[in-house]
C-alpha cells in the first residue's frame, strides 16, 4: 500500500511560495466576476465557456460554478514556443473547442494573460468560427508584460511582474493546485 504519510511530508517541503494573493481574495473576486457576467449576458441565451488549458481548469471551474445564467463548458489548448518566461510571441492550436459556437456569445477563460500573445491569438481564432461575441476574462494580468493590445472584459487582478504559481498556474508543472496565487523565483 502507499505510504500516504510520507508522500505528503514531501509535498508540504516542496510548496511554500510566499502569498501574493490569498485563497480568500480569490474567492471574493471570483464572486464579484460572476455576478458581474452573470449580469451582462442575462438574457443573451447560453453562454460558453473557454477554459484555456491547462492553467485555467480551477479559474474556470469555480467560476462556472458561481455563475447564475445558462452555460456549457469547451476546453481549447495552445502552444507557445518558449517557456512562459521567455515567449517568442508565436502560438499554435493544439486543441480546438469540440462543439459549434456559430452564432453563440463566447466567454475566452485564461488564468494569466502575460505578453498578451495566447488571447489576441484565441480571440481571432475563435472569431472566425463565427460566435455572435467573444469576450475575455482572465483571472492575473501583468500588464507591465504587455507587447501586444488585448482587451481583458473581466479581470481579476493586476500583478507585478513576478513568476507566479497556484490556483491552475504553474512552474514546471508543480504548484498548479495550490489553493492561493504565490511568487517564486524560477531557476532559469
Ligand atoms: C500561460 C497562460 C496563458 C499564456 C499567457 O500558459 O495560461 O495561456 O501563458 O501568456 P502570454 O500572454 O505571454 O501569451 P502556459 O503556456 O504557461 O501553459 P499552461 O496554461 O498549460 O501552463
Redesign the pocket.
Known amino acids: 500500500m502507499l505510504a500516504l504519510s510520507s508522500c505528503c511530508e514531501n509535498d508540504v517541503t516542496q510548496n511554500d511560495p510566499k502569498s501574493l494573493i490569498s485563497e480568500a481574495a480569490i474567492e471574493a473576486r471570483v464572486v464579484e466576476l460572476a455576478e458581474q457576467i452573470s449580469k451582462d449576458y442575462e438574457g443573451c441565451g447560453e453562454l460558453v465557456l473557454v477554459g484555456?488549458?491547462?492553467?485555467?481548469f480551477i479559474f474556470l471551474a469555480d467560476l462556472s460554478r458561481r455563475l447564475t445564467i445558462p452555460r456549457v463548458i469547451e476546453f481549447i489548448?495552445?502552444?507557445?514556443y518558449g517557456?512562459?518566461s521567455r515567449?517568442s510571441?508565436a502560438?499554435r492550436l493544439v486543441m480546438d473547442v469540440r462543439g459549434n459556437i456559430e452564432g453563440k456569445h463566447v466567454l475566452i477563460v485564461?488564468?494569466?494573460?502575460?505578453?498578451?500573445?495566447?488571447?489576441?491569438?484565441?480571440i481571432g481564432m475563435l472569431d472566425s468560427h463565427g460566435p455572435a461575441s467573444v469576450k475575455t476574462c482572465a483571472l492575473v494580468r501583468?500588464a507591465e508584460?504587455?507587447?501586444v493590445e488585448?482587451d481583458v472584459d473581466y479581470l481579476g487582478f493586476d500583478i507585478p511582474d513576478e513568476w507566479v504559481v497556484g490556483y491552475?498556474?504553474?512552474y514546471a508543472?508543480k504548484n498548479?493546485t495550490l489553493p492561493y496565487i504565490g511568487v517564486i523565483t524560477p531557476a532559469d
Request: cysteine-free; aromatic content about 2%.
Open positions: 484555456v488549458l491547462k492553467g485555467a489548448a495552445v502552444s507557445s517557456s512562459r515567449s510571441g502560438v485564461e488564468d494569466i494573460v502575460d505578453t498578451g500573445h495566447t488571447l489576441k491569438y484565441l501583468k508584460r504587455a507587447e488585448v491552475g498556474l504553474d508543472e498548479r
